[in-house]
Every structure is written in C-alpha cells, then in structure tokens.
C-alpha cells in the first residue's frame, strides 16, 4: 500500500508540473508565479521519492506527526500567496484609479473644444 501511495504521489506531482508547463505555454500563467508553482512540485516529488525527509524534517522541526508539517506548509504557501495577491490588487486599483481620473480629464478637454491634452 505504500508503495502505491508513493507512485500516486509521484505522479501528482509531475502532473501539477505539466499543467503549469502548459499554462506557461498557453501565457495564461506568469513565469514568476510558475517557478512557485515547479518548486512546490519539485518538494512534493522529492518528499515523495525519499521517504524520509518528511519524518527528518519534523522531527528537526519538534513536530509530533509529520504529515501535519505538509499541511503546515501548505497553510504557510496560501498565507505568502494572499499577501502577494493583496499587494498586487492594491497596485492595480490604484494604477486604474489614475487612468481614470486621466481619461476623465481628456474626455474634459475633448468636450472643451482643447484639441491638444497638457504634457504631464
């Protein structure tokens, strides 16, 4: 049984690597966020072909039963991955905020009769 649950490990794990591979081709995924996404697999896979790196690293760690140390990281991705994603949605709605109080401008200046918008 555990043998099964390796090789079902194993090929989970390259497969989140050939669907992000795709994403990247298709451009629907970003490189920066891609190597995120290869390192998780890559840990996944060596945890998965080496038995007992899970058990080392929670036993460096002080964690009681290693499985919990997954979930732990994985907890700990999704926080790092929420502030990353608030970071970026805070640049952009200020970034279109600007644009459109610019836009508003010139559609001003439009109506205004002002062929020409003032150098920024």
Known sequence: MD???QVISIIGSVGVMLFVTQLIRR???R???ALLWFAASLGLILISVWR???DR???LLGVAYPPSLLLLAGIAMGFILSIHFSLSLTRL???NKRLAQELALLANRIERG???P???
């Open 3 to 5: 043998q099964q649950i």
């Open 27 to 29: 451009r629907k995924l």
């Open 31 to 33: 490189e920066e966020y």
């Open 52 to 54: 007992g790196l899970l």
């Open 57 to 59: 690293a929670a036993k």
């Open 93 to 95: 709605s200020e970034q």
């Open 114 to 116: 002002e062929g020409r």
């Open 118 to 120: 003032a150098p920024s």
